[in-house]
């Protein structure tokens, strides 16, 4: 059989497994000539996948576990991964993370783009629908992201020169339809044709002449996700106020319990640990406040018995008429332990993050993972920055454009006096 007559080898997915297509008469030449049972060769054809896909899941998880613990190193994270992902069958996984890796670079570039911990977020978030799509499993929706907008508003009184577009800098900006609406009073009008996505990360919307109609009625703009805002930009008209903010101290809310599932070998520790691993966040959704709590707890030999998950509530509600502006308070809690004996196992969280104390329960007589490893936590006072919604001019983007001089003396005079009453 010369070279080119070769037939090929094509690769097909059922179900969890890849599977190798060979053509019928090569099958069955390997099989004589190897002396093996039909039998015999498709279980191990199956065996090899199944170790392939093995091998990428607990590459793709480690990823996911060294960002839970810090998302900051999502770089060398995804270095790391693709490094890992070398076999053939892997390739389509490695693309993946590597397209991911290039994204996050460059939504990171310049002074006003994401900042690492919000990089490493969006990563291990990526990084979980690989997994997600791997298995076969639901994929989560992506929700673009927003860092930073440039200019912080818009001045009216400025020369329209000098005010003909803004800037938003983000992330997945290119996955989902998104609404830009300008509002007049109680009239609004959609001028989302107006937004240019330039990349993922980069988006303008066109002020000039032939762009946004702003008026002397405009007074702000929104962009907004699945019927949900995502950032507002005012409009400064000659008698628009600063707005009025404060910081709201939220006091800590009842004890949290968790217990992640199993998802690893036979459920008993046996007295081998587990490691244990958790990290809380404070996460800002703009109108309230997500607790987001990881765990796991992973036996330290044998069989490796894990138990590990997540889990998000609601913490914290802007009242009507207000948003969060940031949270002022330390945003992440995190511990790091090896049980060695039956006992709940305390470990302080800090003053400054979310968790005052982290109580865990790792190992005992009997099952453990899935049933009674777990944690309570217990919150540290939470304190954001409230800010109005109404028709004005937040003092931070008022400061914002100031600084990069894209507003009129005018407006600065008039806003001075507003500015000075709101400082402590």
């Not at 003909?164 to 339809?177: A, M, R």
């Not at 049933?371 to 936590?377: A, F, K, L, N």
């Not at 001089?405 to 400082?423: E, N």
Request: glycine content about 6%; proline content about 6%; overall charge neutral.
């Amino acid at each position: 059989m010369s070279a080119t007559s070769i037939p090929r080898i094509r690769f097909f997915r059922t179900g969890r497994k890849i599977l190798t297509a060979f053509p019928l008469s090569l099958f069955f030449l390997s099989i004589l000539i190897a002396g093996c049972s039909i039998g015999d060769k498709i279980e191990k054809i199956t065996d090899t996948v199944s170790d392939v896909t093995g091998d990428t899941l607990a590459t793709l998880d480690d990823a996911i576990d060294a960002l839970d613990r810090n998302s900051a190193s999502w770089q060398s994270v995804l270095q790391d991964t693709t490094s890992k992902l070398t076999g053939d069958a892997q390739s389509t996984v490695r693309n993946e993370v590597s397209d991911l890796l290039n994204r996050s670079v460059a939504a990171t570039g310049g002074e006003l783009r994401c900042n690492m911990d919000f990089v490493g977020a969006r990563v291990r978030q990526a990084l979980a629908r690989i997994r997600a799509r791997l298995m076969h499993q639901p994929v989560p929706a992506v929700e673009p992201a927003l860092c930073q907008v440039s200019p912080a508003a818009v001045d009216m009184a400025l020369d329209p020169s000098r005010r003909t577009k803004l800037e938003f800098f983000g992330y997945d900006f290119d996955t989902t339809p998104i609404k830009v609406t300008l509002h007049e009073g109680a009239r609004t009008r959609d001028v989302s044709s107006e937004l240019d996505r330039l990349t993922h990360y980069h988006m303008t919307l066109n002020l000039g002449g032939n762009g946004v109609p702003l008026s002397k009625t405009s007074d702000r703009l929104t962009l907004e996700w699945q019927n949900r805002q995502i950032s507002s930009i005012a409009v400064i008209q000659p008698a628009t106020p600063v707005c009025k903010e404060e910081d709201h101290t939220v006091l800590p809310q009842a004890k949290l319990t968790y217990t992640p599932p199993h998802t690893r070998g036979d459920r008993e520790y046996s007295g081998h640990g587990p490691e244990v691993w958790a990290n809380a966040k404070w996460i800002n959704e703009g109108t309230h406040i997500n607790f987001r709590l990881w765990m796991k707890a992973q036996e330290t030999r044998k069989d490796w018995t894990t138990a590990e998950g997540e889990r998000v509530i609601q913490y914290y509600t802007a009242p009507p008429g207000k948003r969060i502006d940031r949270i002022i308070s330390g945003t992440e809690s995190t511990a790091h332990y090896i049980d060695t004996d039956h006992n709940e196992d305390r470990q302080g969280g800090g003053p400054n993050g979310p968790v005052k104390e982290f109580v865990f329960r790792g190992d005992r007589n009997g099952d453990d993972a899935g049933s009674y490893t777990g944690v309570d936590v217990t919150f540290n006072p939470l304190i954001v920055r409230l800010v109005e919604v109404t028709n004005c001019a937040p003092a931070s983007a008022i400061k914002s454009i100031e600084r990069k001089d894209l507003i009129s003396p005018a407006t600065v005079k008039r806003l001075q006096p507003m500015m000075k009453k709101l400082q402590p």
